[in-house]
């Protein structure tokens, strides 16, 4: 299947992926390209610097079921790629209702719709959160499936009805377990981001909590929405689940030496160790994830070997990018943390 001269809803599409994603299929012709966003999270700012005829913009929620299959009637969509979800661990740690209704709920209305309407491809973003942690490195698709936290049991619950529908119903699906995806948009609230903030923008030394060997898995947006695109093209993709990840760990500790050396700042590594769930002395509006992982590493090679995907931004390039899009809108993270 090609995205050429399709019809794509993207939900979430004013999102830091979504605008991506939104960007990328505009790009690989397809014939329209309607973001469905209630704008609870995502912004207009995303999509301002896209002028193209092609693109619609609809406010919703994917709570809302009738007007998400008007808009999917109306607008004839072919392809839908659900972006849309409760995203911020804590979030759901605090309202794990609203994290359920939102992430499972809101997925199966998506699926209902796109079924009803005989959408031909419909993607899903799921989330490394699924594995827990980790039994074995690197954490393969045949990893045990135990979560952390609420955020983790919502995304694989919607995932697995994303799966479910495709061999109960034969709708044409493809789940994405996301690594740490960063890049140009990204929301205000994780650990890179509040780094890259201290160091660039406020001039201050980064906040390492515990000794700093937790390790985490990056990859850079545009490579993500590569995967799907891949997916798209390739049947073999159909029904299937994918980590897409950068493939290598890195320490917390070592993300924030790599950022205070590209910042050229004499800046010393401030090292705190709060309780989980509570705040940091050294920034008070950071505040410890409670069931943090000690280690997150995805292994990506079975998207490699049906897709052919892989990552090919390089950790510092894709920091470089980001450290770019940030120092020309600084204010774009002037807002209290999203967790």
Do not use: C
């Not at 479910?164 to 609230?189: C, D, M, N």
């Amino acid at each position: 299947m090609s995205v050429n001269g399709m019809n794509v809803l993207i939900t979430g599409g004013a999102g830091f992926i979504g605008s991506h994603l939104t960007e990328e299929y505009l790009a690989n012709g397809a014939n329209k390209v309607v973001v469905y966003d209630d704008f609870s999270t995502g912004t207009m700012e995303n999509l301002e610097h896209i002028k193209d005829g092609r693109l619609k913009i609809i406010n919703g929620s994917v709570l809302d079921k009738n007007r998400l299959n008007n808009v999917v009637q109306k607008e004839k969509i072919d392809i839908v790629d659900h972006q849309a979800a409760e995203l911020e661990v804590y979030s759901g740690i605090r309202d794990s209702e609203r994290d359920a209704r939102i992430n499972i709920l809101g997925t199966l209305n998506v699926l209902n719709v796109a079924l009803k309407n005989s959408v031909e491809k419909f993607l899903f973003a799921s989330s490394g959160a699924v594995y827990g942690e980790a039994k074995y490195l690197p954490i393969d698709e045949g990893h045990p499936l135990e979560p952390h936290w609420p955020y983790g049991v919502s995304k694989l619950s919607a995932e697995r009805y994303v799966v479910q529908y495709h061999k109960l119903f034969g709708l044409s699906t493809t789940a994405f377990r996301y690594g740490i995806v960063y890049g140009p948009r990204e929301w205000f609230g994780r650990v890179l981001t509040m780094f890259i903030k201290r160091i660039f923008l406020e001039n201050k030394p980064p906040v390492v909590f515990g000794d700093g060997s937790q390790t985490r898995d990056f990859v850079y947006v545009s490579d993500v929405v590569k995967a799907h695109m891949l997916a798209i093209k390739n049947p073999y993709a159909d029904g299937q689940v994918f980590n897409i990840s950068g493939g290598k760990g890195i320490s917390i500790k070592g993300l924030a030496k790599i950022l205070v050396e590209m910042s050229g700042k004499e800046l010393e590594i401030i090292y705190d160790n709060p309780a989980e769930g509570t705040a940091s002395s050294f920034q008070p509006e950071r505040i410890r994830l409670t069931g943090e992982l000690r280690i997150f590493v995805l292994d990506y090679g079975k998207a490699k070997k049906i897709i052919n995907w892989s990552p090919a931004t390089d950790l510092k390039d894709g920091l470089t990018k980001e450290i770019e899009w940030i120092l020309k809108k600084p204010k774009r993270w002037n807002t209290k943390p999203r967790v």
